[in-house]
């Protein structure tokens, strides 16, 4: 990764999104995203299981690094 950028993670609420960005004018220098199941265990529930939202944030993370 460049020194002059930084890596930020994102969680939304159905994918991870992991970003290299210049840190002076703000420009997304590489952004790679992955999605997560959402589980509904019952009516107007909505859970994400967190060993997934990790493995999830590890992977693009991994890949994102490797690509720069």
């Known amino acids: ?6 890596l930020v993670v994102d969680f939304g ?4 999104h992991v970003n290299v960005v210049h840190v002076w004018d703000g420009q997304i220098l590489y952004s790679k ?18 060993h997934e939202l990790w493995q999830a944030s590890v992977l693009r993370r991994s890949w994102t690094l490797w690509k720069m």
């Not at 990764?1 to 930084?6: A, E, H, L, Y």
């Not at 609420?13 to 991870?16: A, F």
């Not at 997560?36 to 994400?48: C, Q």
Request: aromatic letters at 8%.
């Open 33 to 50: 995203s992955r999605k997560y199941a959402m589980l509904s265990p019952k009516d107007g529930y909505t859970e994400i299981n967190p």
């Open 13 to 16: 609420t159905s994918n991870v």
């Open 1 to 6: 990764m460049k020194r002059d950028s930084i």
